[in-house]
């Protein structure tokens, strides 16, 4: 039976998520990959019962992870919360979200309410939660009134179904909007969850100034850029990696040779810091006075704790900055 060590809360470092009462580990674990049938149920095991004995509270799912069979995600989470993390429930915070394809038909996808209120339904089923901290609409729907996913997202914490919600993948004006409508229904919006790393940054342009404005966190997503702001690629890519798949967006969002250039001055940067590149990645990421938290994946505990490792160093100087700036091309 795993017990859980008892120094956990020692080293992590927590933040506070915006102007609420919750305080976040700045690495919190994303199930996006590997936590579906990737790895075998007990190898997800280790890796989760290790993100907890390090500190890291928050665990973050969709209805879709563990594509292609979309939930498995959350089964496998609801089966190791059964057997081992279930006893620290109190000490979790636990994320899931809804607005891609999760089943056929019109009501399966997108933004409505009967799909939100379906899809969270589901989700609790396969975890065996009463509820999760926090709901997230996962991308903004162009066809459903704004008006009605954020009744929806209301009703569902009032339901008891949610502690909180917050948004995914919202471009400054969307997020505004949608934070608005929630505050005015009694239930502030918690968190935004935007993709955000050194290739793609435009939460600098406004977002990150409506969330600070409206006192709402921000958890940025991908900020390895999935795994292409690491030491993994620097020779190539390897035929047994994430990016060799066929159907994977790796290659072709990130490896570019423009960017093989800039990940190649990166590494070099960050060895000069006394850290791998993907820990002063995260770090960059963590430098944002908005950023709350970043949601990391694992595919072992080894890549876990040195990812963790980032936390002895966040801070950079002004002249690594503008170095990590002329090597990205931001000047």
């Known amino acids: 039976m795993y017990q859980a060590a008892e120094n956990r809360y020692a080293a992590m470092k927590y933040a506070r998520c915006g102007r609420s009462g919750i305080l976040l580990p700045r690495v919190s674990l994303g199930l996006w990959q590997n936590f579906g049938l990737e790895k075998p149920l007990e190898h997800q095991r280790e890796v989760l019962c290790r993100a907890f004995d390090l500190g890291i509270t928050h665990f973050d799912l969709a209805n879709n992870y563990g594509f292609p069979a979309r939930g498995k995600a959350e089964e496998n989470f609801g089966a190791i919360l059964k057997s081992d993390l279930g006893v620290y429930r109190d000490e979790l915070f636990i994320s899931t979200k809804a607005g891609f394809d999760n089943w056929d038909g019109p009501y399966g996808n997108w933004g409505s309410r009967k799909y939100l209120i379906a899809s969270l339904d589901q989700s609790l089923r396969r975890m065996g939660l009463e509820y999760v901290d926090v709901f997230y609409h996962h991308r903004p729907d162009p066809e459903t009134p704004l008006e009605e996913t954020m009744a929806a997202l209301s009703d569902i914490v009032r339901q008891g179904k949610a502690l909180y919600v917050g948004i995914s993948n919202y471009q400054a004006e969307e997020a505004e909007a949608a934070i608005r409508m929630l505050k005015a229904n009694g239930t502030p919006c918690l968190l935004h969850q935007p993709r955000y790393n ?35 690629y620097l020779k190539g890519i390897p035929a047994d990696s994430r990016a060799a798949r066929e159907g994977t967006s790796v290659g072709s969002r990130y490896l570019t040779p423009e960017n093989m250039e800039k990940i190649r001055r990166l590494n070099e940067i960050a060895a000069s810091r006394g850290q791998s590149l993907a820990q002063m990645a995260l770090c960059w990421v963590l430098r944002r006075p908005e950023v709350t938290s970043v949601l990391i994946g694992a595919s072992s505990k080894e890549q876990l704790e040195n990812n963790v490792a980032c936390l002895g160093s966040l801070d950079f100087a002004q002249d690594e900055l503008e170095a990590i700036d002329e090597a990205l091309g931001a000047n």
Do not use: H, N
């Open 198 to 232: 050194m290739f793609e940054r435009w939460p600098e342009d406004g977002l990150f100034d409506v969330l600070s404005r409206e006192g709402v966190g921000c958890i940025a997503y991908s900020p390895l850029a999935q795994g292409a702001l690491t030491d993994r």
